[in-house]
């Protein structure tokens, strides 16, 4: 059974600058197909710029990331629009629907343009929001919305999910529902990426915590003091 | 392709009949700015009416300026723009089906009014159908070239301004070749040549604004 061999989504040695600013350096991770990812960290640890540099909105200053089963064969998807739009599934802090239009019209309309494949309301049931589809956005709850945004995601046909903060606004009752879609998610063989401040409550054997600290560059000056030397010499 | 065009097209009208109050205050906006020169000028229909099309032109650039910065702005800031990038639509699709429905909103309300703002300023009865035919085929490049202004202005917080400083000076020939048309209509003159070079202006910012607006927007974003 070839396709048993689990595909990784892998990078390596990512490095992140904005401004002047190393937000990480170094950084390196594995995401097998099942696995779920845990971002932690310090506000301003970079997060979120981990999670748009996979999804190709921000150039990482350096490193790779591949996706595969084998080391030899894998596919660098650093910037790969296609493979990107086709596999991943990016739900920013932002939701990403238009205040003035109902739920489901938004929904509608993502489910065009990204060639959603799941039924709207049978996902919104799910996390909960299915009797607010035909409310316009600006009349929704901010927890409300924040389930709305999700929603596109249950429907997405990518199975890497990159949640920035998926549980922002969300209750507790939200965020058990959100949980138990992450687990059937992983056992239906999708990976999440997903950057957080609460205990999610994934299975335990099918996810692993990245600490963002760990890859900050404490000492981001001296990198600028190598670069004023090198200009002075 | 074409579908998602029109889906991204009916998007924008849906949200902008929704929203309601741009288009009418375009309008507004239009008709004031066209209102006020017989107050500063007089009500001597001689001069209005060898103003009246200059005037026109120049406040419809104006009044098309209003809600250039909207374009993107708004996808921008509920997080849309982003999705739009990550979805398997090119781009540069999204860019020119926006553009498409800022003309839709924008400049044919513009263009249902300029007859009755014709007759306000004395326009001659030969210029209302050469005005009207300029204006449809002027103005697809108002909206083209101004998505190429939204989209650099998109990530700046007030970004109002210095668009319409960056996009006013590229007008010029639209207003240039808009106005000699009718003129030479009124005094009739051949007018093809400058209707030609009008459709060629708009049809050259239709074909590279969809490129040089995505790649902003890109640039923008990082």
């Known amino acids: 059974m070839d396709h048993l061999v689990s595909e990784i989504l892998r990078g390596q040695n990512l490095t992140c600058i904005r401004g002047d600013k190393v937000i990480f350096c170094d950084l390196s991770f594995d995401i097998p197909v099942g696995r779920a990812l845990i971002l932690n960290g310090a506000n301003g640890s970079g997060k979120s710029s981990l999670m748009k540099i996979i999804a190709g909105l921000l150039p990482a200053q350096n490193g790779e990331i591949f996706y595969g089963s084998h080391k030899d064969t894998d596919q660098n998807i650093l910037g790969d629009k296609d493979w990107i739009s086709r596999n991943i599934c990016y739900l920013a802090h932002k939701n990403g629907l238009k205040p003035e239009m109902t739920v489901a019209e938004n929904l509608t309309f993502w489910a065009n343009m990204e060639h959603h494949e799941g039924d709207i309301r049978a996902e919104a049931k799910k996390i909960g929001v299915d009797h607010c589809l035909d409310l316009p956005v600006c009349y929704l709850s901010s927890g409300q919305a924040r389930r709305a945004a999700l929603t596109r995601v249950l429907c997405h046909p990518g199975r890497i999910w990159l949640l920035d903060e998926p549980t922002v606004g969300l209750d507790i009752i939200g965020v058990e529902l959100l949980c138990g879609l992450m687990n059937d998610h992983l056992a239906r063989g999708g990976s999440i990426l997903a950057a957080t401040h609460i205990q999610l409550g994934i299975d335990a054997d099918k996810s692993t915590t990245l600490n963002m600290s760990d890859f900050s560059y404490s000492a981001s000056s001296r990198l600028k003091d190598n670069q004023e030397e090198s200009l002075l010499c | ?222």
């Open chain 2, 1 to 222: 392709m074409l579908k998602l065009a029109l889906l991204i097209i009916a998007r924008d009208l849906r949200l902008s009949m929704r929203h309601g109050s741009a288009t009418t205050m375009v309008m507004g906006f239009f008709v004031m700015v066209v209102i006020m020169f017989p107050f500063a000028i007089g009500p001597e229909q001689k001069i209005l009416e060898r103003i009246s099309v200059g005037v026109i032109w120049v406040a419809a650039l104006l009044s098309c300026l209003l809600s250039l910065d909207r374009m993107f702005q708004t996808d921008y800031e509920d997080g849309s723009l982003d999705q739009f990038i990550l979805s398997p639509v090119p781009l540069e699709l999204v860019v020119l089906a926006k553009c498409i429905a800022h003309w839709l909103t924008t400049s044919l309300p513009l263009i249902v009014i300029t007859p009755i703002l014709g007759i306000m300023m004395n326009l001659p009865e030969a210029a209302f159908l050469p005005l009207i035919l300029t204006m449809l085929l002027g103005t697809p490049a108002l909206s083209f070239i101004g998505g190429i202004g939204a989209s650099v202005t998109v990530t700046l917080r007030r970004g109002g301004i210095l668009l319409s400083l960056l996009i006013l000076p590229l007008y010029i020939p639209v207003l240039i070749f808009g106005s000699l048309a009718v003129k030479a209509a009124i005094g009739g003159y051949p007018a093809m040549e400058h209707l030609m070079l009008l459709s060629g202006f708009s049809l050259f910012s239709a074909a590279i604004a969809p490129w040089a607006a995505a790649a902003a927007i890109r640039a923008g974003l990082e």
